[in-house]
């Protein structure tokens, strides 16, 4: 079945410490999102790419890097710049034109310990 | 810029009663609107979507009526369950960014919470 696959679903990072999120998604869809979302602050974009080779910062992109080496996949790292990283990441795909709606991974809770 | 605003929760109703979660928006163009749910521990998974003035998107038997001239989607369903409990998300996407270029828009999302 086509969709996309978060890995890990648990992840905990020591202070000081990059970590890496994984996601990947078989649909054959152009585009793709991470979000982050925290309690009662909705979701918030972190990253976007629309192609491969290509990602745009979203509306909280800093502690953040990403890539999009290939199309199936949108790895995402969480810096130790990210001063809150705690919180729940989830990763989205779509074709280019967004009248389909976005298909979401079921997330990685990332905490800091 | 675009933006979604939903009613705050959490919404507590019982079994059998009908719902309306009210969401309101504000984008230039002509945006797409979506209802997504979030089951606990789980991604959001989309529930309708309308894409122009005057459609209604349904599914499960919620609803929602694209009004443009309200900018207004809001959700409804007429007898909710106890496995409706759940988070709902308002979203929009701006048609004139080719839907896909710059995400969604979310609101903050409605806690529905479905007693016995």
Redesign the interface.
Known sequence: DGG?T?SPKYLFRKEGQNVTLSCEQNLNH??M?W?RQDP????R?IY?S?IVNDF?K?DIAEGYSVSREKKESFPLTVTSAQKNPTAFY?C?S??????????????TRLTVV | GNSVTQMEGPVTLSEEAFLTINCTYTATGYP?L?W?VQYP??????LL?A?KADDKGSNKGFEATYRKETTSFHLEKGSVQVSDSAVY?CAL?S?Y????????T????THLIIQP
């Open positions: 996309i978060q152009d585009a999102y979000y009662g602050q909705g979701l974009l976007y629309q745009q979203g989830l989205a779509s074709q280019k034109r967004g009248d389909y709606g976005y298909t979401f991974g079921s997330g | 797409s979506f997504y521990g789980e991604g959001l998974q989309l979507k894409t998300f996407t048609a960014s080719g839907g896909g270029a710059d995400g969604l979310f609101g903050k999302g």
